[in-house]
C-alpha cells in the first residue's frame, strides 16, 4: 500500500523558513515526477512546485518562485520543499503527491498519490 507522509509543517513568523518533507513508502518513485500543492482555507488547491523523476528539471508558481525550492532524494524515496521568506498568504495545508509521468507536472488531476497533508501557519 504506498504512503505518503508530510512533515515539517508548523508556526512561524512572516519572514522565517521551514523545510516540508514527504516520506514515501509501498513502493519505490525513483522514475516518478512529484510535487507539492496547497490549500488555504475556503480556497481551491493549487499547485506550488514540481520536481522531474531525476532531479534535473523543477517547476514552481508565480507567487513562490524565489522562496520556494523543490528537491528530492531518490534513495530515500523523499521530496523537500524548502520555503523560505514566508509571507502570511503561504498559509495552507501542503500536500506532496506522486505522478506516474516522469517529467515536471503541473496538473493536480495528473497526480495519483497523495499525502495528507502538514499545517503550515505564517504569521503577521
Known amino acids: 500500500q504506498v504512503q505518503l507522509v508530510e512533515s515539517g509543517g508548523g508556526l512561524v513568523q512572516a519572514g522565517?523558513?521551514?523545510?516540508?518533507s514527504c516520506a514515501a513508502s509501498g513502493r519505490t518513485f525513483s522514475t516518478n515526477a512529484m510535487g507539492w500543492f496547497r490549500q488555504a482555507?475556503?480556497?481551491?488547491?493549487?499547485?506550488?512546485?514540481?520536481?522531474?523523476?531525476n532531479g534535473g528539471s523543477t517547476s514552481y508558481a508565480d507567487s513562490v518562485k524565489g522562496r520556494f525550492t523543490i528537491s528530492r532524494d531518490n534513495?530515500?524515496?523523499?521530496?523537500?520543499?524548502?520555503?523560505?521568506?514566508?509571507?502570511?498568504?503561504?498559509?495552507?495545508?501542503?500536500?506532496c503527491a506522486v505522478s506516474l509521468l516522469p517529467g515536471t507536472v503541473l496538473r493536480g488531476t495528473a497526480y495519483q498519490y497523495w499525502g495528507q497533508g502538514t499545517q503550515v501557519t505564517v504569521s503577521s
Open 16 to 20: 522565517g523558513s521551514l523545510r516540508l
Open 75 to 95: 534513495a530515500k524515496n523523499t521530496v523537500f520543499l524548502q520555503m523560505n521568506s514566508l509571507k502570511p498568504e503561504d498559509t495552507a495545508v501542503y500536500y
Open 41 to 53: 482555507p475556503g480556497k481551491e488547491r493549487e499547485f506550488v512546485a514540481t520536481i522531474s523523476w
